[in-house]
């Protein structure tokens, strides 16, 4: 399982809300190669450690995490590290797709100008048609790139959000069920958008629905109350896991 | 089944008299609330248009008023103006120095005959004007029609009861033959009120203009912006992003809702000890008077500017933090943009309440007599509200219309303030 210098790795973390823990002693070592899904019944902790991996736990008032992540081998909670920084490199899709009222075009290009990441309107102009490109959106808007972002339809924004993660080139790509409040068919669109950018990042994803566990990731932990009860290969886990809570879990018993 | 279980219930029947009664019960209700609702809103409007009404009725004579003609030789000895000097460099002295008062006198005697004094006190200023506006005039005779005095004018208005014993009238059996006088002879005319709308208080109701108000009130308002929006956003930007929950900004929150319930005189005190009394700064001047505006507008921009902070959904801030933007770029970038218009109607509000205020400003001193136009942030000056109570306090009858038509004024204002922000409001909304 563990690779020699793993993409992202958690040692011995914990997070609490005020005096409720919500994560227990998490360990877990994340390869860059491959999709990792996290899946578990609802209120298992599985966001909160997501978020954990870009630090967007900061924002909530009364978390405090403990333990240890580390970006490349390097601690994400150490006092040199940005915290800006981290999260252009440790980009985050979110369950309901949230696009900035502003154009399209506005949307994606918001990163890589905070970030300066282009110089001149050309440069921005091929960034920006890249990310959608490959966030497979450009063939639908590239006619409307003036008109909002909260024009577009549900499966829509969720990729221009993703379109707008991946315009600033991070390393790792978190998304938090980023399929929960889409259709079927938009759906696929992700799963297969997934697969398309594997390999390039590292991707970390929740979900709830096992099925898409089984066909986006390669990787599988599963959580419940907050620890993390099995990881490993995601055929292997679904197939024959080792702890009765998982088998529980995926054949339906409780969840 | 349990032995003690309770009998089967009948079926309702949606059809019987009591429930069709019921129904009609409901109706009525209904009927009955929505009258209550449209009464309300007649009654209101009722008030609304009695008040414009008698306003309008009162002060539109206000706008017009009724000048004499009378034929001026500007005799440039008589005036004591050497007509080279005047064409020169020191011409504007020489021509202030001159006496128009007396050429006015002179000239009016001659014409008027017996009704030579109906010609205002301040009659004069008009032919020094002609003079300093060309100073071909001197020489020449010019017929110019000037003002006359308050009364003269009202009778010319129609606003005094002839027939009323003299007593009682207002206006003296003189001034009725006079203006019968000149009205016989067609030297009498009633047009737009031009010094109305250009000239500052004055103690002659004929000479009193509502334009050193109204600059004074767009100085005020200026200062009261210019200090209470920054302040305000700034403060309501970091209490809701940036200070986060404690003891100490509770007690802020607090302390800033009773502060916009305070009433607004004791801002005025606070005003007189702070900015008068502890910085030395002038008294009765716009940015004095704004400064203390803008202590009475503060609360009402933060507690407003905050709601409208807090409503910016909290996934347009994950979004922008989630790509690597600094919590000063969520702020400028984001939510700001999206709380502007939320901002901008708190702001109109204040604004609105600024500059309808008097007690404070009475407090500090922007009551006294302002005979002159402000010319700048420090110089004396007073505001519509101001000047309006100042008029309504007045025993001369001729301010009764001019109290009137600056409440026109000053609603105008109101208004075009409101259309404008209204207008912002929607285009910042529609961009968003």
């Known amino acids: 399982m563990t690779e020699p210098c793993p993409k992202l790795s958690a040692r011995n973390l914990n997070v609490f809300y005020g005096a409720k823990q919500a994560i227990k002693n998490v360990s877990i070592d994340i390869s860059r190669e491959h999709v990792t899904a996290l899946i578990g019944p609802s209120g298992c902790g599985k966001s909160t450690f997501l978020r954990c991996f870009n630090r967007m736990n900061d924002t909530i008032e009364n978390a405090r995490v403990t333990g240890e992540i580390r970006l490349d081998g390097r601690d994400i909670h150490a006092a040199d590290m940005d915290v800006v920084q981290l999260r252009a490199r440790v980009g985050m899709v979110f369950q309901k797709p949230n696009p900035f009222p502003k154009s399209i075009y506005e949307n994606v290009a918001y990163g890589p100008r905070i970030h300066g990441l282009a110089s001149g309107r050309a440069e921005m102009d091929r960034l920006v048609e890249d990310a959608l490109r490959r966030a497979g959106l450009w063939d639908e808007v590239r006619d409307r790139l003036a008109d909002s972002g909260t024009t577009l339809s549900g499966g829509q924004q969720q990729r221009l959000c993703i379109a707008r993660a991946i315009a600033v080139d991070p390393e790792v790509i978190l998304m938090d069920e980023p399929c929960s409040a889409l259709d079927p068919v938009a759906t696929a669109k992700i799963e297969e958008l997934i697969d398309d950018l594997r390999g390039r990042y590292a991707i970390v994803i929740v979900t709830h629905n096992m099925q898409q566990a089984a066909r986006v990731s390669q990787r599988t932990a599963f959580f419940h109350m907050g620890a993390m009860i099995e990881y490993g290969e995601t055929s292997t886990l679904f197939t024959n896991p080792v702890q009765a809570r998982t088998k529980d879990y995926i054949t339906g018993r409780y969840g | ?69 009378v034929s001026v030789v500007f005799d440039a000895q008589a005036l004591g103006i050497d007509p080279a000097v005047a064409r020169g460099p020191g011409g504007v002295e020489a021509i202030r120095r001159a006496d128009f008062n007396a050429l006015m006198q002179r000239s009016a005697a001659a014409q008027l005959g017996p009704a030579a004094d109906v010609v205002s006190e301040g009659a004069w200023l008009d032919l020094r004007a002609a003079v300093l506006a060309d100073r071909g005039v001197l020489g020449q005779t010019r017929t110019l029609w000037v003002p006359v005095r308050s009364n003269i004018d009202l009778l010319a208005k129609g606003k005094f009861d002839e027939n009323e014993a003299e007593v009682t009238r207002g206006v003296s059996n003189e001034d009725i033959a006079d203006y019968h006088y000149l009205e016989a002879r067609g030297l009498i005319r009633t047009d737009f009120n031009e010094i109305f709308v250009s000239a500052a208080n004055s103690t002659d109701p004929e000479l009193a203009g509502i334009w050193g108000a109204a600059l004074g009130s767009l100085l005020t308002l200026l200062v009261t912006i210019g200090a209470a929006f920054p302040v305000g956003v700034l403060a309501a930007v970091w209490l809701e992003e940036f200070a986060g929950r404690s003891r100490w900004t509770d007690f802020v929150e607090v302390s800033i809702s009773n502060l916009a319930a305070v009433p607004s005189i004791i801002f005025g005190l606070l005003g007189l000890a702070v900015f008068l009394n502890f910085f030395n700064m002038p008294r009765s001047a716009p940015i004095v008077g704004g400064l203390t505006l803008a202590l009475m507008t503060l609360p009402v921009i933060v507690i407003t500017a905050r709601a409208a902070i807090r409503a910016v959904p909290g996934s347009v801030r994950d979004a922008a933090l989630g790509i690597g933007a ?107």
């Open chain 2, 1 to 69: 089944m349990t032995a003690t279980s309770a009998p089967r219930r009948a079926p309702t029947n949606w059809t019987a008299p009591a429930m069709q009664a019921r129904v009609a019960v409901r109706y009525r209700r209904e009927r009955l609330f929505r009258l209550a609702g449209l009464g309300a809103l007649c009654l209101a409007g009722l008030f609304l248009a009695f008040l414009l009404f008698t306003i309008v009725r009162t002060g539109w004579s206000g706008f017009r008023h009724s000048e004499v003609a």
């Open chain 2, 326 to 432: 600094s919590p000063f770029q969520v702020v400028v970038h984001h939510v700001l943009p999206l709380a502007l218009p939320g901002i901008m109607t708190g702001t109109i509000i204040g604004m609105a309440r600024a500059l309808g205020e008097t007690a404070p400003l009475l407090l500090i001193g922007m009551r006294a007599f302002v005979a002159d136009a402000p010319k700048g942030l420090t110089s004396s000056a007073t505001v519509l509200p101001v000047q309006i109570f100042l008029w309504s306090d007045d025993a001369q009858r001729g301010f009764v219309e001019k109290t009137s038509a600056a409440i026109m004024v000053l609603l105008v204002i109101l208004l075009l303030m409101s259309s404008v922000a209204i207008y912002l409001r929607n285009r910042f909304e529609n961009r968003a």
